[in-house]
């Protein structure tokens, strides 16, 4: 039994995708929408917040404020649900509704942001940024604890003792890792434990088409419907060295796979992890041997028209 909900982060199912049918090769998937909050988030968040804790910069009570597009949000809004800490989130208005209604339920203060040059379900770099600095406004005038996720480097950590090691025990054999990359926590700090268990393995950072901005190529395609990744920014954790390859995957496939997720594997996913599916099985094929990607989120976080291909 578990003590609480917290205990039940991480160490998630591994599911073979068989509609992914690549021609040689298999795509394993780690099943991250089965974390309590919907997402890969909730194992980020909890680090975070626990080692707040544990260096004294959160205090009994303390609130605690974020930036999210929704994942990020949903995990400190049950991490700190259950540690007693009151969250409010800042959300660009461009992020669906059901976003927000989540995160009200389970406790959390949300604050719309307005979107400065993006449109609803495609947020752009400028609205997540407008974001941020609401969050920061709150930080200061409100004493809140600023969890600022894209410049700490403890969700890295989270994955590297996490989805890695989780990894590297199911699948010893793995050839290959492909995940896209918000924060690039998952991907850099997943291939960092990949890597030491065998440096052969094949590193790949999945991108939207037109902002390939990790690729080096110029941001040609800021709105992009794959929510949650693709900012058109390096992330200041980000970590070149780890990765191997860039893969660039459409909007339309990746909401073809998204599709096809759901509707031939019982797997109702976020977009992201259409795109993440969707360069495995590439990999697969080119490697001959398994490759493991992330199914990032639930698809209960969007609406009708964020999925509608
Ligand atoms: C839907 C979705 N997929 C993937 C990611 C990427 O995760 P990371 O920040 O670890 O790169 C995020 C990050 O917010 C996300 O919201």
Redesign the pocket.
């Known amino acids: 039994m578990a003590a609480n909900i917290l205990d039940l982060i991480g160490n998630t199912a591994l599911v073979e995708i068989q509609c992914a049918q690549p021609k040689r090769g298999a795509v394993l998937a780690k099943a991250e929408f089965l974390n309590p909050g919907g997402?890969?988030?909730d194992r980020?968040a909890l680090q975070i917040i626990k080692q707040a804790k544990e260096r004294g910069e959160i205090t009994d009570g303390c609130s605690v404020v974020e930036m999210t597009?929704?994942?990020?949000g949903a995990g400190l809004a049950v991490v700190c649900g259950v540690m007693g800490h009151p969250f409010i989130a800042t959300m660009s208005s461009g992020n669906s509704p059901e976003r927000a209604t989540m995160l009200r339920g389970l406790g959390a203060q949300v604050v719309k942001v307005a979107q400065v040059n993006g449109s609803p379900g495609q947020v752009t770099g400028q609205d997540i940024a407008a974001a941020v600095d609401e969050a920061k406004h709150i930080a200061q005038t409100q004493g809140a604890f600023y969890v600022d996720?894209f410049n700490r480097v403890e969700?890295f950590d989270a994955?590297y003792s996490g989805i890695g090691a989780e990894i590297v025990a199911d699948v010893p054999n793995i050839m290959g890792f492909a995940?896209?990359?918000?924060?690039?926590?998952?991907?850099c700090g997943a291939a960092m434990r990949l890597k030491e268990h065998n440096p052969d393995v094949v590193c790949v950072a999945v991108e939207p088409a037109g902002a390939e901005v990790l690729a080096g190529r110029p941001l040609v395609k800021p709105k992009h419907r794959i929510?949650?990744?693709g900012y058109g920014v390096i992330?200041p954790h980000w970590h070149a060295e780890m990765i191997d390859r860039y893969d660039a995957v459409t909007d339309e496939e990746a909401l073809e796979m998204t599709a096809r997720l759901g509707s031939q594997e019982g797997l109702y996913v976020?977009?992201?992890?259409g795109a993440n599916v969707v360069a495995a099985t590439r990999l697969a094929e080119e490697l001959g041997g398994a490759v493991v990607t992330?199914l990032?989120?639930s698809g209960l976080k969007y609406s009708e028209c964020d999925l509608a291909q």
Do not use: E, F, R, W
Not at 179 to 187: D, I
Not at 270 to 273: E, N, R
């Open positions: 997402s890969i988030k980020a597009s929704g994942n990020m996720q969700g994955h995940a896209c990359v918000g924060t690039g926590a998952t991907l929510q949650g990744i992330p976020g977009v992201s992890s992330v990032c989120d």
